[in-house]
């Protein structure tokens, strides 16, 4: 007799109604104790001009009505808010499957009381995927949850480009790509004590509107990917400015970078240093200190053969460490160490 498969459901705010995650990416025929695999994708996207948490309460009643009738084994959610939602909406109707969050980040950590609501919800999830090794700490205390439901995952990510993009900006230049969590405040502060030196930064309206540029700093705003990634792809190299050394933030833009071969001047914030190491993969500065920037910028000026080894060796830790393979095994283990045999 055929064993039934393991059911898993794949709850996201992606407009894609049919996005799989990493559906596609599991090698042909993966069984777990003879069970095979079937997905089935839900969307919490806005429609129709809907409020956000109106898509989010009605992604997650499909689920739950789904689960009432056919129960899953196993939720994905993705995202702290779409986990949390799940848990209030379709919790009650999960009739024993496992629920993982995955990529559970935070920008900005919340306040009571939503703090409390959501992390009541959180608990209930049977693992947290996290992808530094501060913030399992950090969200176990900051939420009460057990720690062992904090489980590390890798930043498993393509890289963002294909080949080499057309160069939109002549001549040498140092790139910013991102807008969550940055403080451009000390990228433009840095920016004036380098006159001689350019700067392009790829950022959204709102982080520059208090803001006064010098004429060094170019800034673009809300830029096609390609050709976003395509402007750090040719940079002498890329900046990653963040606000606090708390929250971990950026592992969009600085393994991007990495996966690039670029040499990055990356704050020193939480989790940076399981990607780049000092003086290895990349260069550390504090946050918030515009002259440890300018001196880093300084550097790889002086430097371009540094500037050159730290490109390499990060993009050698990319392919090794941060691929989508990655990602696969770390599901391959979960999905062993929750459905193999006993």
Not at 38 to 57: K, L, N, Q, V
Not at 125 to 144: K, M, R
Not at 174 to 197: H, K, Q
Request: proline share 8%; aromatic share 10%.
């Amino acid at each position: 007799m055929t064993p039934p498969p393991i059911r898993i459901a794949n709850i996201s705010d992606i407009p894609d109604p049919d996005w799989g995650w990493i559906r596609d990416l599991m090698p042909a025929g993966f069984e777990v104790g003879g069970r095979r695999l079937e997905w089935t994708a839900y969307s919490m996207a806005p429609e129709d001009g809907d409020m956000r948490w109106r898509a989010r309460w009605r992604g997650a009643r499909r689920l739950a009505s789904d689960s009432s009738k056919k129960p899953y084994d196993l939720i994905v959610s993705h995202g702290p808010w779409i986990t949390a939602w799940t848990e209030w909406i379709a919790g009650p109707q999960k009739n024993g499957a496992k629920h993982l969050g995955f990529s559970f980040n935070f920008t900005d950590l919340p306040a009571n009381p939503r703090k409390a609501v959501m992390g009541k919800a959180f608990r209930q999830a049977d693992g947290l995927a996290v992808f530094t090794d501060a913030e399992q700490g950090l969200y176990a205390d900051y939420f009460s949850i057990e720690r062992d439901r904090l489980l590390r995952a890798p930043w498993g990510v393509a890289p963002p480009l294909d080949g080499p993009q057309p160069k939109t900006i002549d001549g040498a230049y140092f790139a910013a790509l991102g807008g969550e969590a940055r403080d451009y405040a000390v990228l433009c502060e840095a920016a004036r004590a380098l006159p001689e030196s350019r700067f392009v930064a790829v950022a959204r309206p709102h982080n520059f509107e208090s803001l006064n540029p010098p004429k060094n700093l170019e800034v673009r705003f809300n830029l096609p990917f390609e050709e976003a990634w395509g402007i750090v792809q040719h940079a002498r190299a890329a900046i990653v400015p963040l606000r606090s050394r708390e929250t971990p933030c950026g592992l969009v833009s600085l393994v991007g970078g990495m996966h690039l071969g670029k040499a990055q001047i990356v704050t020193d914030a939480a989790g940076a240093a399981d990607y780049l190491k000092d003086g290895e993969t990349g260069l550390l500065v504090p946050a918030g200190d515009a002259a440890a920037l300018a001196a880093a910028v300084r550097r790889l000026e002086a430097d371009p053969a540094l500037a050159a080894r730290l490109g390499e060796a990060a993009q050698d830790f990319a392919a090794a460490q941060c691929s989508e393979a990655r990602t696969v095994a770390f599901f391959e283990a979960l999905l062993e160490r929750w459905f193999g045999a006993k």
